[in-house]
Antibody, heavy 121, light 109 residues
Framework: QLQLQESGPGLVKPSETLSLTCTVS??????????WGWIRQPPGKGLEWIGS???????YYNPSLKSRVTISVDTSKNQFSLKLSSVTAADTAVYYC?????????????WGQGTLVTVSS | EIVMTQSPATLSVSPGERATLSCRAS??????LAWYQQKPGQAPRLLIY???TRATGIPARFSGSGSGTEFTLTISSLQSEDFAVYYC???????????FGPGTKVDIK
């Protein structure tokens, strides 16, 4: 069974770079069938797609965050990562890593438990 | 950019009653529409994809309909475990982008 687990600092200072890693178990991150993504949720608010990375290495980002986001894959560790630069308090959120289900590539069927990142000095 | 809206923001329903949630896209998304359920402190759970197909393990009381710009999630008889926030989400093929609606909270009347 596929499992995703986010990890990284829970506290980041303003203007610094937020870095998170998603570790995948129960499946290979280099499978040609899937892409992988990051989604966030500010406290008490809705969901926001951050970006996705495909098995080919192609990346696609939310236009509103594109200038600050980098998503990469480390196939040797079965992990993918998120970097968000120049963070502000508005970037405080629960960050989820996710993957589509086996039967539909247009929705997110598999989610990590999420990790809260607070931006504060 | 496709904008998703949901109505109502909050829906108060008694257990056993029917709940109807709406989702609207600012332009056609064909059937690339999914619904999620989220409970406090949990990750979202996929309920419906392709506008009307239930995800694995989702009870038959959940149903989705619609295409283009207007979509509906219906919960035929609300159970206690169904009180949660529900989000719709569209997928744009090119460039690949995902947009979520603001959510509808279903609470106990």
């Amino acid at each position: 069974q596929l499992q995703l687990q986010e990890s990284g600092p829970g506290l980041v200072k303003p203007s610094e770079t937020l870095s998170l890693t998603c570790t995948v178990s129960g499946g290979s991150i280099s499978s040609s069938s899937y892409y992988w993504g990051w989604i966030r949720q500010p406290p008490g608010k809705g969901l926001e797609w951050i970006g996705s990375i495909y098995y080919s290495g192609s990346t696609y980002y939310n236009p509103s965050l594109k200038s600050r986001v980098t998503i990469s894959v480390d196939t040797s560790k079965n992990q993918f990562s998120l970097k968000l630069s120049s963070v502000t308090a508005a970037d405080t959120a629960v960050y989820y890593c996710a993957r589509p289900s086996e039967v539909d590539s247009s929705s997110w069927g598999n989610w990590g438990q999420g990790t809260l990142v607070t931006v504060s000095s | 950019e496709i904008v998703m809206t949901q109505s109502p923001a909050t829906l108060s329903v008694s257990p056993g009653e029917r709940a109807t949630l709406s989702c609207r896209a600012s332009q056609s998304v064909s059937s690339n529409l999914a619904w999620y359920q989220q409970k406090p402190g949990q990750a979202p759970r996929l309920l419906i994809y392709g506008a009307s197909t239930r995800a694995t393990g989702i009870p038959a009381r959940f149903s989705g309909s619609g295409s283009g710009t207007e979509f509906t999630l219906t919960i035929s008889s609300l159970q206690s475990e169904d009180f949660a926030v529900y989000y719709c989400q569209q997928y744009n093929n090119w460039p690949p982008e995902f947009t979520f609606g603001p959510g509808t909270k279903v609470d106990i009347k």
